[in-house]
């Protein structure tokens, strides 16, 4: 696939027992491809498999068939940002300190370029400089979780995966950090994987959306056409396209689930 950040093909996951044919599969055959600049939603019930796929890709989990490749830089190493619904930051640094964390553990950036990325960054998702110097317990949910992106940036993902990381926040601050996010995965040319469960965040967010069912299978794709100038996730919101795939993936979603 042309400018692929990940391919993933024939992936299993689950436990195999030897005796005659039991088995149980999280994840059953998936096959998956993700290029630059493409944001993919996964949508299904709970428990279906959505962030067993997550932490399959991460490398925290490891499968038990199939491939997952992930482009490496040139050092071969596969940097991949992982947003959680819950923020990781540590308490007891500051912001400073949490989103530096990169100068100490990567060799590759001195610790004047990683200042320099995070006043760019701090200026992306409008926030404050005067915020390096608090403790993210004084913080606000959405100010951490844009504080919890830049750390991940500050490592220079090629693909971020992204596991509900806006539904714990108010509506208002979660379309703006959902603007946010989305212009900056287009004007970096990164590569997103999103679990949700809100089909709206999936339409106004995703270039595809796939339906995953119980068995751990991908049972249909979407892709997601909101046409010119509607593109960014809070105006695309009300558009008679965003209705149009609402009520489609709804249609669809429900008969996954009432299946299972």
């Keep these: ?9 024939g992936l299993s996951y689950g436990y195999i027992r030897h005796t005659l044919a039991q088995s149980s599969l999280t994840i059953r055959d998936l096959a998956l491809n ?9 949508l299904g019930a709970s428990g279906c498999g959505k962030s067993t796929l997550l932490n399959l890709i991460a490398g925290l989990l490891q499968p038990t068939s199939g491939e997952i490749h992930v482009t490496s ?4 190493h596969r940097r ?8 990781a930051l540590l308490p007891w640094r500051t912001v400073e300190a949490n989103v530096m964390i990169a100068s100490e553990l990567w060799q590759d950036i001195s610790e004047e370029e990683a200042r320099g990325l995070v006043r760019q960054y701090l200026q992306t998702f409008n926030l404050n400089e005067s915020i390096l110097k608090q403790y993210p317990a004084a913080l606000s949910g959405g100010m951490r979780q844009r504080v919890s992106i ?30 946010e996010f989305y212009q900056l995965v287009k004007e970096k040319n990164k590569a997103a994987i999103m679990v949700t469960h809100d089909i709206e965040e999936a339409v106004v967010m995703a270039d595809r959306v796939l339906l995953m069912s119980q068995d751990g299978t991908f049972t249909k794709e979407f892709i997601i056409d909101l046409g010119e100038g509607n593109r960014s996730p809070e105006s695309a919101r009300g558009t008679t396209r965003f209705a149009e795939y609402y009520r489609d993936i709804w249609a669809e979603l429900k008969a996954v689930i009432g299946n299972e």
């Design 1 to 9: 696939m042309e400018n692929a950040v990940l391919n993933i093909a």
């Design 34 to 42: 993700v290029k630059e600049g493409e944001i993919v939603c996964i």
């Design 73 to 76: 830089y040139g050092d071969n």
């Design 80 to 87: 991949i940002g992982y947003i959680f619904q819950q923020d």
């Design 150 to 179: 830049i750390q991940s940036l500050m490592f220079n993902p090629k693909l971020f995966l992204l596991d509900e990381p806006f539904s714990a926040l108010d509506f208002f601050t979660k379309l703006k950090l959902e603007s």
